[in-house]
């Protein structure tokens, strides 16, 4: 059976906006694998372990956690951006802590991937990261 005229004509436009967001998502630069979820013993949050890896000169882009991130830095060096803080450098076997809710963003200063080992105690249901203004 023929599809609908409005589902024939949906359909490429559709494949056309995942393409895109896929491509976006690509160039920016940087990539969260999460490693593991698991609960804690705070009710409604969960741990969250990602690697995150940010290629040369590309930025994380302005954004949010909906609670804490504590992060180790793997490898390479990069820039940490905090919203009311100065620009701070970050090196491998160096960590940090951001706060809930605190805008934040990272630049990979160094000429290799930085790579790091994000955790993150966040709500439930929430997306890991939101972008910011």
Known sequence: MPAAPHVRHALPLLIAILLAGSAQ???SGIRRTVI???DVSVPGREAVVARVELDAGATAGRHTHPGDEISYVLEGEGELRIDGEDPRRVKAGESFVI?????HDALNVG???LKLVGVYVVEKGKPLATPAK
């Not at 706060?99 to 805008?103: D, L, Q």
């Open 25 to 27: 998502a690509q160039a």
């Open 36 to 38: 593991q979820k698991a």
């Open 99 to 103: 706060p809930a809710g605190t805008v």
């Open 111 to 113: 000429s290799g991937t």
